[in-house]
């Protein structure tokens, strides 16, 4: 049988990058999409915006919904200080297994643990099996329908404190009208829209930032 999207992305990064070198994953994943075909990875122009967060809340723990092929797991983990961890949560088995492969080329496996399931499942049991507090950042690129259920699941469990900034990619397109409704809305949250596009292409896109106000 023929080879899957995510396993000929994964031949271009062994291929193309340099072993142990992350930028040099990311540009390669980067000229894939952009000349060999388009895959949903955050991408470079909103994957700058995200590099800028990351830099500025530098997260003791981050959680990521949504690892795909792992570009955006990469792009976080090689910003995040020695000690640090990244959670990442994917629910496809084949996607997980590209993505694995792809954080271990890029030299960032001791950074990143990833959990494979669905969401709903497995944010409840995150403090008693990782042994985290609560998280200094999330990013949601998981279905688009879960980001408003998980964002008031992560509140309920407790794994959210004042200041923690969640980051949702494709508020736009696809679009996630009642999550940002609720992000806009709630005086639990400060809400800010970083205009960009969808990955790769000239169609309009962008990642909500909001800071959770406790
Ligand atoms: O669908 C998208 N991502 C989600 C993929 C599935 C996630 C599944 N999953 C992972 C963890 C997890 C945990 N629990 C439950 C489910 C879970 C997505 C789509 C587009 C897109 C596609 C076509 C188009 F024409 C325009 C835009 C662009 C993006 O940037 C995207 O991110
Ligand atoms: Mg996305």
């Known amino acids: ?31 894939f999409c952009r000349r060999c075909e388009w895959a949903m990875n955050v991408g470079d122009e909103k994957g700058t915006i995200l590099d ?14 949504g690892t795909y092929c792992g570009y955006s797991t990469v792009r976080i983990a090689r ?14 088995p084949d996607f997980a297994k590209v993505a694995r492969q792809v954080i271990e080329f890029a030299g960032l496996q001791e950074k990143v643990l990833l959990v494979e399931g669905p969401s ?31 964002t008031k699941l992560l509140e309920e469990c407790g794994l959210l404190r004042k200041g923690s900034v969640l980051m949702a990619d494709n508020v736009i397109c696809p679009g ?22 969808l990955e790769y292409t000239k169609v309009e896109d962008g990642l909500e930032k909001s800071v959770y106000l406790g």
Do not use: M
Request: hydrophobic fraction near 30%; glycine fraction near 6%; charge should be neutral.
């Open 52 to 65: 800028s967060v990351v830099c500025e809340v530098s997260p003791g723990s981050t959680l990521e919904l």
């Open 176 to 197: 996630t009208p009642d999550y940002l409704a609720y992000v806009r809305s709630s005086p639990k949250y400060d809400s800010k829209y970083f205009k960009s596009h």
């Open 120 to 150: 709903g499942d497995i944010i409840p049991k995150i403090k008693e099996q990782f042994g985290i507090t609560t998280f200094d950042l999330v990013f949601l690129d998981h279905w688009k329908d879960r980001y408003l259920p998980d």
């Open 79 to 92: 910003l995040l200080a020695p000690g640090t961890k990244l959670i990442t949560l994917e629910f496809n």
């Open 1 to 31: 049988t023929g080879s899957t999207r995510p396993q000929r992305l994964l031949k271009a990064v062994q291929k193309n990058a340099t072993k142990g070198d992350p930028q040099s994953v990311i540009s390669t994943i980067d000229h």
